[in-house]
């Protein structure tokens, strides 16, 4: 009688450990197969060298294989920040882009600006059109500077957002090349020298 209580309680153990085993097994597995999140520019970007091009960047955290998947970091490129968070090399790239886009924001208002009080200096005279008065003069000066300051805020605009998105890659375990991963591929049960049941798992190295 001893025997068969010990046997059934025996074998509930084991259908329970087995149950657990596999359950904590999965878990594992899902959490070792959802891939560390790296950032990844659109072709056109990742191109973009110095004076490049001032519009938004365009990224990716899926594999991009489609043009759909990427999405628009934003004027200042603060729908990329969330994703930096804590990696502050990455950051402070992404604030000095940031800046340099107010910068090119202020110098654009400023060219327009110049443009337009030139414009209304031509015909601020009811008798004749005027084209270099001393208010003129200034107004053109002020758009030759601004269009100056442009050629040098421009340079390293872009540089700035693709050294954040390098500086994220570099410090995520998944980018580094060379990287060893342990990942569980099994789970089951095995018995001991004694009889009773163990956990095993086997481990794959990536």
Known sequence: MLQLISARFSSVVRRTILVASCSFGLA???????????????PEDQQ?????????????????STEAEYQSA???????????????????????YRRQ???????????VGAVGLYSQQVLALDEKQQYFNNTQKAAAGIALAS???????????????QRAVEAYNAGHPAARTGAVQLRPSAVGLTASRTGHPLVAFTWNLR
């Open 28 to 42: 594992l597995g899902a959490h070792a197969q959802q891939a560390p999140t790296v950032i990844r520019l659109s």
């Open 48 to 64: 973009r060298g110095l004076n490049g091009v001032q519009k938004n960047f365009f990224f990716t955290i899926s594999n991009g």
């Open 74 to 96: 934003g004027f200042f490129g603060q729908r990329l920040r969330p994703y930096l968070a804590g990696n502050e090399e990455a950051l402070d790239n992404l604030n000095r």
């Open 101 to 111: 886009k107010w910068l090119f924001l202020a110098e654009r208002l400023t060219f």
């Open 147 to 161: 269009l100056l300051s442009n050629v040098l805020i421009s340079r390293n605009t872009n540089s700035h957002f």
